[in-house]
């Protein structure tokens, strides 16, 4: 099993910045490829990005390229969301993911453990 704890997140005007985390314990072996996903009120969830165990293949969402940028530190079993000129619509709450199969993958449906997610609300 894993364990995910998502942290960082808050309340910022547009334009800001913030920097989620999500720490990983128990079988830390097995976080292959570890995605953000984030769910508005009212919407479905939708993939943000994805990077993969070796940090060879990253991957973010249209709507977020550019600002958005994933990284993981696997000495000490984290990922991380940098989170630059955050807009209104990047309202919602953001779920740290991780799945035991080893390919790369943008899809929710093949991830495996989540996170209880963290709330992150953009002011216009």
């Known amino acids: 099993q894993v364990q995910l704890v998502e942290s960082g997140g808050g309340l910022v005007q547009a334009g800001g910045s913030l920097r989620l985390s999500c720490a990983a314990s128990g079988r830390t072996d097995i976080t292959y490829t570890m995605g953000w996903f984030r769910q508005a009120p009212g919407k479905e969830r939708e993939f943000v990005a994805a990077?993969?165990?070796?940090?060879?293949?990253?991957g973010h969402s249209d709507s977020v390229k550019g600002r958005f940028t994933i990284s993981r530190d696997n000495d000490k079993s984290t990922l991380y969301l940098q989170m630059d000129s955050l807009k209104p619509e990047d309202t919602a709450v953001y779920y740290c993911?991780?799945?035991?199969?080893?390919?790369?993958?943008?899809?929710?449906?093949?991830?495996?453990?989540w996170g209880q997610g963290t709330q992150v609300t953009v002011s216009s």
């Open positions: 990077i993969d165990y070796l940090d060879t293949r990253t």
């Open positions: 993911a991780t799945r035991s199969g080893v390919s790369y993958t943008e899809y929710a449906q093949l991830y495996n453990y």
